[in-house]
C-alpha cells in the first residue's frame, strides 16, 4: 500500500492581506519569495515577516518546467489574463510540490481563476472558511478589467457589462467570537 503523503499549504496573498492570523494553520506553509513583495499593507508585510522569522514559511522556487506547464494550461483555460504573474507561479509552485517533493498540496486562495486551473490540473483548494478559521467573510464578486460589482454571477462567471470572467474577492471578514 502506498504512504499517505503529507498535507502542505501552499499560500496566495490573500492570508497576509486579510490578516489571517497564520499560526492557526497547523500544516507547513508554502509560498514564493515574491509574494513579500506583492504585499502593500504595512500590516501583510508584517504577517509575511513574522511567519518567515518563525520558520513557519518555506520559500520554494518552482522549476522554469513547472512555470511553463502553468503558463501553458491557463493560455487554454483563458485564465491566464486573469492572473498576476505571481498568481501564476504559486500555481506552478503548487504543481512542483505535487509531482517534486513527497507532499500533497492544497492552495489556499480565494481567487476564481486560480481555483478553476486547480480544478483543471487535479490539485487540491480551499478557502478560509473550510480549513475551519474562525472568520466570517462575505464574498464579493467583481469586473478585475471594468470594475463592476456584481450580485448574483451568472453560470459562466462573466461580467455583464464588458464580458471579462469575473473574481471573488472577500469584502469583509468579522472574528466569529466562541
Ligand atoms: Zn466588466
Not at 15 to 28: D, S, T, V
Not at 85 to 98: G, Q, S
Request: aromatic share 10%; with cysteine.
Amino acid at each position: 500500500m502506498k504512504d499517505k503523503k503529507s498535507v502542505v499549504l501552499v499560500l496566495d496573498s490573500s492570508i497576509f492581506i486579510n490578516n489571517i492570523e497564520i499560526l492557526q494553520l497547523n500544516y507547513p506553509l508554502f509560498t514564493i519569495n515574491e509574494l513579500g513583495q506583492e504585499l502593500i499593507s504595512e500590516r501583510a508585510k508584517l504577517l509575511f515577516d513574522v511567519a518567515l522569522i518563525n520558520g513557519r514559511l518555506n520559500l520554494i522556487e518552482p522549476s522554469l518546467k513547472s512555470q511553463k506547464y502553468i503558463e501553458k494550461i491557463s493560455r487554454k483555460t483563458g485564465d491566464f489574463y486573469n492572473l498576476s504573474k505571481i498568481d501564476r507561479k504559486i500555481l506552478a509552485l503548487a504543481w512542483y510540490i505535487k509531482n517534486n517533493l513527497n507532499f500533497d498540496p492544497i492552495v489556499l486562495t480565494e481567487d476564481y481563476s486560480m481555483q478553476n486551473i486547480l480544478s483543471k490540473i487535479n490539485i487540491k483548494y480551499t478557502s478560509f472558511v473550510e480549513l475551519g478559521i474562525k472568520s466570517l467573510i462575505h464574498w464579493e464578486f467583481y469586473c478585475p478589467e471594468c470594475r463592476t460589482i456584481i450580485k448574483s454571477p451568472n453560470k459562466d462567471f462573466k461580467c455583464p457589462n464588458c464580458g471579462t470572467k469575473i473574481k471573488k474577492r472577500p469584502k469583509t471578514i468579522r472574528r466569529i467570537k466562541k
